[in-house]
């Protein structure tokens, strides 16, 4: 690595980065008991050292903005800079959440504004009846979700006492149902990839309180028999709750509400302009048909007489889950990119990220195992069980890319597929991005097979190429460079 040192070990005693004005106030003392006994080690440097490490530490990380970043389930495409620009408007960023709590609505009608068209594009999207803002992430949404299918259930006398998930769904569903107190059936997936219908029949019951599905599944594959699923579900009385966490392939194309679910989440900060892969906030919407509709939690904002004001949630609301509008900034985008895209943009959205998995699915299906042949939807699912038989693993042909540039794809999930490979190429790669990762791909599995115990080097140009992946979390070293 060129540049080991922390901004601390390049700190040079008095070397300065600011200039202050001489003091044109009247000085003030402070009590000496409420000072420092010694001063803060802060590091000492000019301003020039300062953006020159902060800008080489930039490029050290990976980004969207540099290079194709396949990591499947993520959707990790381009998000136009207008979305930035609009976020980070003095009007937005500067308005204090208590402006809310204190009911200064009078200040506020642009930023309540915002919360209101996001909440009727995000119904007119998914085809619920109405939405709220205020979850911060996707598992927050669940969760929310869940809560108010209980509380549904209680109003009518039982609570219930089962959840029912696919074994392909996101590790959050389970965790979410368990979290709220149901106890969950896993069913098996067909040989289609696909929730198996004859073992769903079997335990459907009375008991069961939801059925949660993500659409298109994990495995990039979109559920023929949906429709059958929400009708059977209904038949016993239990909701149908949707995980769109990914909506790049359904957005302006198909609506969860036309085809039965009575409840959404959507992670905003997935589809809909902000970058998800990096792990900062995020946003989950909560979306819900007339029968959960009086659940809703409180924030919300409604029009009274031409003017927003704050709202309840719905009339028998599950109470507070979120101490304002949810991740307000992660809102600003989504409106933004929705108005940027309107209805034909976000069509062409999703058919393109369909076209562009599709061409990776075939451009690779005859050099890795595939786990369910058939079309996909917005990401691909491959195997490198055949070879890990001769001790290549999928973590080695994720390791090999980061030579070039570009970012791995999801490996290791979805669980149910051995050496899982996921992409996720997204609508805004061209066909040269898409063909250069192919080749990479083809020419890694040429690499592998011809020496395996040579290709487990990989990657070979970076600081840091094979840690410990568990313990790198735990202790972060970021000077190290083995
Ligand atoms: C990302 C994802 C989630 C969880 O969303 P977070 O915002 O990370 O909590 C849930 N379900 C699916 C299918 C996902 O892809």
Do not use: W
């Amino acid at each position: 690595m060129s540049n080991p040192m922390t901004i601390f070990d390049k700190s040079q005693e008095g070397r300065k980065g600011i200039n202050l004005p001489p003091l044109d106030v009247p000085e003030v003392s402070i009590q000496s008991s409420l000072l420092r006994q010694e001063d803060a080690k802060l590091p000492e440097l000019s301003e020039f050292d300062v953006v020159r490490h902060y800008t080489n530490l930039s490029n050290k990380n990976f980004a969207i903005d540099k290079n194709f970043y396949p990591l499947g389930s993520c959707t990790m495409k381009y998000n136009p800079k207008i979305a930035e620009r609009v976020a980070s408007l003095e009007g937005f960023t500067q308005l204090h959440p208590h402006l809310i709590t204190n009911n200064m609505n009078e200040d506020v009608q642009g930023a309540l504004e915002v919360v209101d068209m996001l909440e009727e594009q995000l119904c007119e999207v998914t085809g619920m009846s109405a939405f709220t803002t205020t979850p911060q992430a996707g598992a927050h949404g669940e969760m929310l979700g869940v809560m108010m299918i209980e509380k549904y259930h209680e109003s009518n006398g039982n609570k219930r006492k089962y959840i029912i998930v696919p074994d392909s769904s996101h590790g959050t569903n389970p965790a979410t149902a368990s979290m709220v107190g149901y106890d969950v059936i896993t069913i098996k997936s067909d040989e289609n990839g696909a929730m198996d219908f004859e073992a769903f029949k079997a335990k459907m019951s009375e008991e069961v309180a939801c059925v949660m599905l993500t659409v298109p599944n994990t495995l990039g594959i979109y559920n023929k028999r949906i429709k059958e699923i929400c009708d059977l579900a209904h038949s016993y009385g239990a909701m149908m709750y949707y995980d769109g966490a990914n909506m790049n392939a359904i957005m302006g194309v198909a609506r969860p509400g036309d085809i039965g679910f009575d409840v959404i989440h959507i992670n905003v900060h997935k589809t809909f302009a902000t970058p998800h892969g990096g792990g900062g906030p995020g946003s989950g919407p909560v979306g819900v048909n007339e029968k959960l509709k009086p659940f809703l939690p409180d924030l919300g904002v409604e029009k009274v007489d031409g003017k927003y004001e704050f709202s309840k949630g719905g009339v028998d609301t599950i109470g507070k889950i979120s101490p304002f509008f949810g991740n307000y900034g992660i809102s600003l985008r989504a409106i933004v990119y929705m108005m940027t895209l309107g209805g034909n943009g976000m069509y062409n959205s999703s058919s393109k990220a369909v076209l562009n998995a599709n061409y990776i699915r075939v451009r690779l299906k005859d050099y890795f195992d595939v786990p369910f042949d058939s079309l996909c939807m917005h990401e691909c699912v491959f195997s490198a069980k055949t070879l890990a038989k001769n001790g290549v693993t999928a973590m080695d042909i994720a390791k090999y890319l980061l030579d070039f540039g570009m970012h791995a794809p999801t490996v290791y999930f979805p669980l149910i597929v051995k050496e899982a490979i996921m992409i996720e190429p997204t609508e805004t790669e061209n066909k040269e991005t898409l063909d250069i990762f192919c080749d990479r791909m083809i020419e890694a599995v040429k690499l592998a097979k011809e020496d395996p115990e040579a290709f487990k080097s990989y990657p070979k140009t970076l600081g840091v190429c094979r840690p410990d992946d568990t313990r790198a979390i735990k202790e972060l070293d970021v000077c190290s460079c083995h």
